[in-house]
């Protein structure tokens, strides 16, 4: 008998699903938020058995403190939306990180330009 074979990717599809619902939701009803407008979800990744989304988001806003708080705010209301327009048996907690990936590789641009001068 052959085992049932896994979805290695599932993860991924998951948490990639939710990115593009979230990012819709944001966009079509916090298009007038001063500070969710300009929130930009930049990956996903999926954990605890699929029922954990962190959503990483970048904003170009000087105090990310005030647009995390903001996104906590509205987790609840977009997790609802969300689950509306899902297609699984549960809806993931979902939770919102901030990305600096960017900045890090400013950074570290500025570092090797200063090594190489």
């Not at 990956?43 to 990310?64: K, M, N, S, T, W």
């Amino acid at each position: 008998m052959r085992k049932k074979q896994t979805d290695s990717n599932r993860n991924e599809r998951i948490a990639a699903k939710v990115q593009t619902i979230v990012a819709e939701i944001l966009r079509k009803n916090y298009a007038d938020d001063p500070v969710i407008s300009k929130v930009s979800l930049v990956g996903a990744e999926a954990h605890g058995g699929l029922q954990f989304v962190r959503l990483f988001f970048h904003c170009p806003v000087d105090d990310i403190d005030v647009a995390k708080r903001a996104l906590d705010i509205e987790t609840r209301t977009i997790r609802f939306q969300m689950g509306q327009q899902i297609d699984q048996k549960y809806v993931p907690q979902i939770r919102f990180t901030y990305d600096d990936t960017l900045e890090r590789a400013a950074r570290i641009e500025e570092l090797l330009e200063s090594v190489g001068e």
